[in-house]
């Protein structure tokens, strides 16, 4: 069982993800987000261009480079955590879209002078209009050097999804799975579609993470007070914000299944022992070793109700009670809470 622990952007995964690290009976890969099936130019993109809607033989051609380039790029890339070593993920990566690839040849495309260069595409149309019939003319064989390059034809390939699945299930051998116990990933899917990236895993499941809008605004807004992180999201302007987090979770039907649930940050804090049962029913674990080791919502809950830290946005608050009332969480079925430590 692959167990992605999914959000919107900040809204919680790592706590749900530290709590499960206290069960013996899962195994835990935290340490990184696992985002190659729903990332741009990933696994989802991939499965659009290649058989769900492919554009004669290019859409596939340029997926499979982008995906290419995409997933080496950020095996290179310094300063990033990686849980898969960074050769061996290429090594895997270049095996998979191998089987992929039904037929190659070299040549030009009219991606290859679409770039936003207009250097480079002026020098390619010149190379295509000028230099290769002019070398083929003279030499009677094909210019095969660059801006000429390898195209790829991938059209409905066979077994798409079961040569994803041993994609991802390598990669996360590779990040050190064993599979004798259920694995848990940070971010394997979307948390406003994870079903969209269930073909590509082993009997996968999914726990979206969501949080109240008026702790998320202020750790936005506020950034550069605690951890520097939220700046993926609106921190300027309130009214951009509601409208960010109503488009994120817009259409998407909000009630548990059999494969998915859903679980608010706060609960893990102000309704423990409950949202305690309902993740273990779910995953059928039992036995919570090592309890409050990783995940103690004595101290969590510093981070949460956050307006009443920063009493200065009382009209953004009020902006957002307003807006999106839906996704607010019932604070006032609780004590106030004595601060003790600073947002984390």
């Not at 987000?33 to 004669?56: I, M, N, P």
């Not at 990566?93 to 260069?117: P, R, V």
Request: proline share 5%; glycine share 4%.
């Amino acid at each position: 069982m692959i167990i992605g622990i999914c959000s919107y952007g900040g809204t919680g995964s790592s706590a749900v993800v530290d709590l499960l690290k206290e069960y013996k009976e899962l195994q835990v890969l935290g340490n990184a987000e696992f985002q190659y099936s729903f990332q741009v130019d990933g696994l989802e993109d991939l499965e659009y261009h290649l058989l769900k809607q492919y554009s004669r033989h290019m859409s596939g051609d340029i997926a499979i480079h982008r995906f290419l380039d995409s997933t080496i790029s950020w095996a290179k890339t310094p300063l990033v955590h990686k849980t898969i070593p960074p050769k061996e993920f290429i090594r895997l990566t270049k095996k998979y879209t191998n089987s992929l690839i039904q037929e190659s040849w070299i040549g030009l495309d009219n991606s290859d002078y679409m770039s936003k260069s207009i250097l480079k595409n002026s020098v390619v149309l010149g190379f295509k209009k000028i230099i290769f019939p002019l070398y083929e003319k003279i030499t009677h064989h094909s210019w095969d050097k660059w801006p000429a390059r390898r195209l790829y034809l991938s059209i409905n390939p066979d077994d798409f999804y079961k040569l994803t699945q041993e994609y991802t299930t390598s990669l996360l051998k590779a990040a050190g799975a064993d599979f004798n116990k259920p694995v848990v990933l940070d971010q394997p899917f979307e948390g406003n579609a994870p079903q969209q990236s269930f073909p590509f895993f082993k009997d996968p499941r999914a726990i979206v993470v969501d949080r109240d809008p008026r702790d998320l605004w202020i750790l936005a807004k506020y950034a550069g007070n605690w951890t520097g992180e939220g700046r993926f999201m609106p921190r300027k302007d309130v009214k951009t914000f509601v409208e960010y987090y109503k488009k994120l979770r817009k259409n998407q039907l909000r009630e548990d299944s059999e494969n998915i649930i859903f679980v608010n940050f706060e609960d893990l804090i102000y309704e423990y022992d409950k949202t305690i049962e309902k993740i273990e029913n779910f995953l059928n674990i039992s036995h919570h070793d090592n309890p409050y080791k990783y995940f103690n919502p004595k101290i969590s809950i510093n981070n949460t109700r956050l307006m009443d830290r920063y009493p200065n946005s009382k009209a953004d608050m009020e902006y957002i009670e307003k807006n999106l009332s839906d996704y607010l969480y019932d604070f006032s079925k609780y004590k106030k809470v004595k601060y003790d430590r600073n947002i984390f």
